[in-house]
């Protein structure tokens, strides 16, 4: 099935919009394949880190989160009652 393709209107620096000239030049694209590999390539590298944080976010916001503090605890008790089963055995 083919992918539906939407039309933007975006607005940029023109710096950036001479770039973008230049790279599509050199690589003998057009510049909206060129922005479009930039944006595939953002949402790759970011965009994937981006959404974990934001449902991290939402995971806190409802509540569905621990104390690291207790989580410290839980484990310095784990560690103390594991190093007195060894000692016992090393009797």
């Given at each position: ?67 690291f503090d207790d989580v410290l605890k839980e484990s310095y ?8 089963r060894r000692a016992k055995r090393a009797v």
């Open positions: 099935m083919a992918t539906k393709k939407l039309q933007i209107e975006l607005d940029l620096p023109e710096e950036l919009f001479e770039v973008l000239d230049r790279i599509a030049t050199a690589v003998k694209e057009d510049r909206a394949t060129v922005m479009r590999w930039a944006l595939d390539y953002y949402v790759e590298q970011e965009g994937e880190i981006i959404l974990d944080e934001a449902a991290g976010i939402a995971e806190l916001d409802a509540g569905l989160s621990v104390d008790a784990i560690i103390k009652a594991a190093e007195a």
